[in-house]
């Protein structure tokens, strides 16, 4: 708690020439101190601002902030709603949850929460976490052909003393293998590491950067250049490879729906669903887009946002598989497969209290969740695929951001 001396004064602004203004001289430090924010609302001079971003709560709780974010002012507010409850009979999630959705979008929580009680009301969706990793892939360029042949052969025989390095640096993360791509005379390492509950973006960071320096260090070969992440690893962006393979968690999840349930709750039937499933995957191919999906996008943001997740690996966990087929018990089978979701419920902004609380709803902040919570997430996006194409069947989708969007 702050004392009433540290009480943030809302800022004047004293009428001034524009001619005689002086530029904004913003304090150079990033800490997060009460004196340091006065300091810069002092430069900002935009009382209403101060207001808003700055309130009485934010004041008072700014100091759990100080490990997420430099040069710190306030905090922006997002409306929260809740979809389900949803079943998800997962290998680690089992049960109903509820799910909470940061967003300002209308129509987005009724059209997930519509869709969930549709897999709850089918008996629930079946979800399995198929293979997690976290890549880094630094890049070496040599003066040939040959340099970088050699220096192939070398790396390749350190890769236990790589593990090692690497390993000394976290006490949770496991560097899983050292790929090698070669193309032409550039040298790609593609460092793959299991990250336990945390998403472990800046873990992997730290760790590579540890090996890397090793091998720059003792490589018999010196490379002309080398950076420490060449943008093979994919990180924040869409990219094929990862469809294939994994960069994060990759879950698949199904659900079979009898015809009945299709038409109580989306007003369709399986068999429109089926092609215009059919017809959205051929134009999502004349279109280029990496996997089928209706808006993984936005289940993804949303979650992320209220869960503490780093929000702009939405660019490359939104892409996917979603299937729709006629069920052989009758009715319809839909599924979703998703390469690249980037979860954890420990570190980053998991121990903040907005977050802590929507991770709390779902009963999944802490060690040992983030597999459970990846699954919760698919069997989501399953939900809202579900609702979005039903929508579009049934002819509601207009008149339902028509009505919600008020």
Known sequence: MIDNSSRFQPCQIDSVNTDDARPLDLPASGRLTPHLVNKRWQ????????????????????????????????????????????????????GEFIIPLATTEAALVSSYHRGSRLITAAGGADVMVLREGVTRTPGFAFDCLADAAQFITWVSQQFHWLTSLA?????????????????????????EFFTEDASGQNMVTIATQAAFD???????????????????????????????????????????????????????????????????NNGGQLNGTIGTNAHYANALAAFYIACGQDAACVAESAIGMTRFERSVHGGLCASVTLPNIMVGTVGGGTQLPSQKAC????????????????????????????????????GHFTRAHHKLAR
């Open 43 to 94: 430069q900002i001079t935009q009382p209403e601002a101060q207001a808003a971003l700055l309130d009485h709560q934010t004041e008072q709780t700014m100091m759990t902030y100080q490990k997420n974010i430099e040069h710190f002012i306030g905090t922006v507010k997002l409306p929260v709603g809740i979809a389900g409850p949803i079943m998800v009979r997962g290998q680690y999630a089992q």
């Open 359 to 394: 991770l709390d709803l779902l009963g999944l902040h802490g060690p040992g969740h983030a597999k459970a919570l990846a699954e919760v997430l698919a069997a989501t996006c399953l939900a809202g695929e579900l609702s979005i194409v039903g929508a579009f069947c049934a």
């Open 214 to 280: 090793y091998v720059m260090n003792n490589s018999p070969v010196t490379p002309r250049h080398a950076f420490l992440d060449a943008n093979l690893s994919g990180d924040k962006k869409a990219n094929s490879h990862a469809l294939r393979h994994v960069r994060g968690k990759k879950v698949t999840a199904e659900i079979h729906i009898p015809e009945r349930l299709i038409e109580r709750y989306l007003h369709t039937s399986s068999d429109a669903m089926i092609e215009f499933g059919l017809m959205a």
């Open 167 to 191: 390993e000394r640096t976290t006490h949770h993360g496991k560097l899983q293998n050292i790929q090698v791509e070669m193309e032409g005379n550039h040298v790609y390492l593609i460092f």
